[in-house]
């Protein structure tokens, strides 16, 4: 199961992606417990949610996109698809110790390398 992060009363990002999941959920006129059983999650971890009080990791976001029908970016909020993921892997990695966010952001340099290279053959 994707894990998810408790922040500290809610970050602006996690306060955002839960305003826009209550907003999206609201436009369905489905319950948090409905979400919740969908998602196969507690009510208690929808609500963590909506109130910004848990950041829901990449995957479970992506899950949750999915029940409600919308985009993952308009999740995220009103940034570009770009920012908005680097702006929830920032927010994952924000606790690591320096080198390992340096770990981090090598891996995806040299992803994005690799990606780039299969792209133009």
């Known amino acids: 199961m994707p894990r998810q992060t408790k922040t500290d009363k ?17 436009q369905l006129g489905i319950t948090q417990g409905q979400l919740a059983e969908a998602l196969g999650i507690e009510n208690v971890t929808v609500s963590r949610i909506e109130t910004g009080a848990q950041l829901p ?7 949750v996109a999915r029940h409600l029908k919308v985009s993952l970016p308009s999740l ?15 927010e994952a990695v924000k606790d690591l110790p320096l080198r390992e966010k340096e770990f981090v952001y090598g891996f995806a340099v040299q992803y994005a390398q690799h990606w780039r290279a299969g792209k133009k053959k």
């Open 76 to 90: 995220v909020g009103d940034t570009s698809k770009s920012e908005a993921f680097a702006e929830l892997l920032g």
């Open 57 to 63: 990791s990449l995957d479970r976001l992506d899950d």
């Open 10 to 26: 809610g970050s602006a990002l996690g306060k955002r992606i839960g305003r826009n999941i209550k907003a999206a959920r609201g």
